[in-house]
């Protein structure tokens, strides 16, 4: 009942995972799920669970700058989580983890994630758009647009806000087909002020939208029927400290779609203009 008055709350609980007495050559860690109206683990979760079981496994010096995963079955959603590290390197700058997600002692999602203990270097970025309106300027213009009733119920769930500049195409793609589109994201709530945390919610994050590029650029809603979506792998680069309860700009296209496959990539910035990550996804696309 916790999440139904604040999903912030529910959101913190499942990234709350355990660790219990039970030990292989590995660490294993235990977790709950998301409930989600389809009955499949929402991807966001295990990525931010399997970066906080590696992180928890590394020294206090070192932050992660990137992971690699593959999403290789859907979990359920009613149960919880098994997560087990293999502590693959450490060296002198950084540490290299393997984390694998189980439910029933099969695995669902298969990460490898590189931490550095981070040294003064080169500093350069991409800028951030110019022309995108702002996540109030997007609010008032796109508030009035209809949605479906069960797409409205799983955003008034969701622990992110969630604001599409070109409007959001859960019901329909409004204006030019393509395939590319800005989201403006931030918890709905402060979440405190632990850097761990706000990297984790970060990964939950990016896999919020990113597959739109791909409909979008099609002209395809959420809502058409006999839909099939379903994330293949996702790539992230952590570049600089972030804050997840204040307003970031998620900048998302695709470069590619062929063979029932779609590949977005996107840029976070904070509204200041700062690149706080980079995201790659590929996702499996079937439209009848």
């Known amino acids: 009942m916790r999440g139904e008055t604040d999903p912030v709350a529910e959101m913190l609980d499942v990234l709350d995972i355990s660790s219990g007495d039970a030990r292989t050559t590995e660490d294993i860690f235990t977790g709950i799920s998301h409930p989600m109206p389809a009955g499949r683990i929402f991807g966001g979760q295990v990525l931010a669970q399997a970066i906080i079981a590696a ?21 359920d959603a009613t149960r919880g989580v098994t997560l087990s590290v293999d502590r693959i390197h450490d060296g002198r700058s950084f540490s290299t983890r393997r984390t694998q997600v189980y439910q029933d002692g099969v695995p669902i999602f298969s990460m490898i994630a590189s931490f550095e203990h981070e040294d003064a270097g080169l500093d350069h970025q991409s800028r951030m758009p110019e022309d995108v309106l702002g996540p109030e300027e997007a609010l008032a213009r796109w508030e009035t647009t209809r949605r479906h009733p069960l797409s409205q119920r799983l ?70 029927p006999g839909l099939k979506v379903a994330s293949l792998d996702h790539a992230m680069w952590w570049h600089r400290p972030v804050r997840v309860d204040e307003w970031l700009l998620y900048v998302q296209n695709s470069p590619s779609a062929r063979a029932g496959r779609g590949l977005s990539s996107g840029r976070i910035f904070t509204r200041e203009g700062e690149l706080v ?6 996702i499996m696309v079937r439209v009848p």
């Open 55 to 75: 992180d928890r496994t590394t020294g206090d010096d070192r932050v992660p700058h990137s992971m690699h995963g593959y999403f290789l079955r859907p979990g």
């Open 277 to 282: 990550a980079s995201v790659g996804q590929e």
């Open 155 to 224: 955003l008034d769930r969701n622990p992110i806000e969630v604001v599409h500049a070109e409007g959001a195409i859960y019901d329909a793609v409004h204006g030019e087909h393509v395939p590319a589109q800005n989201v403006w994201m931030r918890a709905k709530r402060p979440i405190g002020s632990d850097p761990a945390l706000h990297r984790a919610v970060l990964a939950y994050m990016s896999d919020l939208t990113i597959q739109e590029p791909v409909l979008r650029g099609h002209g395809i809603a959420w809502s058409q």
